[in-house]
């Protein structure tokens, strides 16, 4: 290994939050502002997880295994989440979510787990967790999504029940 082993120019210039909000500015211009995209800090579980409920007043024990594996390798405990979803302008308590994200301290690879509709689109599975290593692969993604059949149709919906709320009075008798 000598200085030539690595590579010192900045390939992904960007964190997966700000390629996607940079990607959902595409949906507000197409949309004329009807439909807007946002990326928010979130601070819940991003994937389905099993609740664990307490029993009271038991004097149960019960012994768990430690893998010390657990406490080798990447020490990390900084912890990036965001939510991907769209508003809709004229329905004020709307909100769809498209996906969340989640990285440590590096932000390649990200992990994003994605509305079924929108991984479908994606890569035609219904497998709904995706680790990407790249901004550019985040690109990719945002790409073969926004310009989906399935979201082209879903964002005309929203356009046309904003538009059906803002003539509303227009309608009545």
Do not use: C, W
């Not at 800090?41 to 389905?48: L, Q, R, T």
């Not at 690879?109 to 901004?135: D, H, Q």
């Not at 964002?155 to 309608?171: G, M, T, V």
């Amino acid at each position: 290994m000598d200085r030539t082993t690595f590579s010192f120019e900045l390939v992904d210039r960007y964190t997966p939050e700000i390629v996607i909000q940079n990607s959902l500015k595409q949906i507000e211009e197409a949309t004329k502002g009807y439909v807007e995209g946002h990326v928010e800090e979130y601070d819940g579980p991003i994937s389905s997880y099993v609740k664990k409920l307490s029993l009271m007043e038991t004097n149960l024990f019960k012994e768990e295994q430690v893998d010390i594996q657990e406490d080798l390798g990447e020490q990390n405990n900084q912890i990036h989440k965001y939510e991907v979803f769209l508003t809709v302008k004229g329905l004020e308590y709307y909100k769809y979510r498209m996906m969340f994200l989640k990285y440590g301290s590096i932000s390649y690879p990200v992990t994003i787990i994605m509305n079924e509709k929108l991984a479908a689109a994606y890569k035609g599975k219904v497998n709904t967790t995706f680790y990407l290593a790249s901004m550019q692969a985040v690109e990719e993604m945002m790409d073969i999504i926004i310009n989906s059949d399935t979201m082209v149709t879903f964002l005309q919906n929203l356009i046309n029940e904003s538009i059906r709320r803002e003539n509303r009075d227009a309608f009545l008798p």
